[in-house]
């Protein structure tokens, strides 16, 4: 059974940093793009990050460049999000999603273009 699990979410103070993983059983991430996704209660679901399957590129929405960083560990089978300098804003639940296309600047938001979606972990930053 394909799966995707995210884990490290939890409760931070504004300034604060958490890892997010997302871990794949079932398949091998070497050939797949991991997106990071959001939702927050109320809004629509929106891309985070990407990362394609060699590593090679890497896309940020405007609202978390300079303070989140996606890296992969093909080895581990698992792709990382380092969230720094957490902002309220940042309170959603995250989703890792997989896809084989290597997809564009333009692209990479579009959930359309995922194959597999994780279950979510919730990401919250409050005083």
């Known amino acids: 059974q394909l799966q995707l699990v995210e884990s490290g979410g939890g409760l931070v103070q504004p300034g604060g940093s958490l890892r997010l993983s997302c871990a794949a059983s079932g398949f091998t991430l070497d050939y797949y793009a991991i997106g990071w996704f959001r939702q927050a209660p109320g809004k629509e679901r929106e891309g985070v990050s990407y990362?394609?399957?060699?590593?090679?590129?890497?896309y940020y929405a405007d609202s978390v460049k300079g303070r989140f960083t996606i890296s992969r560990d093909n080895v581990k089978n698992t792709v990382y999000l380092q969230m720094n300098s957490l902002k309220p804003e940042d309170t959603a639940v995250y989703y890792c999603?997989?896809?084989?296309?290597?997809?564009?600047?333009?692209?990479?938001?579009?959930?359309?273009?995922?194959?597999?979606w994780g279950q979510g972990t919730q990401v919250t930053v409050s005083s």
């Open positions: 990362i394609r399957s060699s590593g090679s590129s890497t």
């Open positions: 999603a997989a896809t084989r296309r290597q997809l564009l600047l333009f692209n990479w938001v579009a959930s359309m273009n995922y194959d597999y």
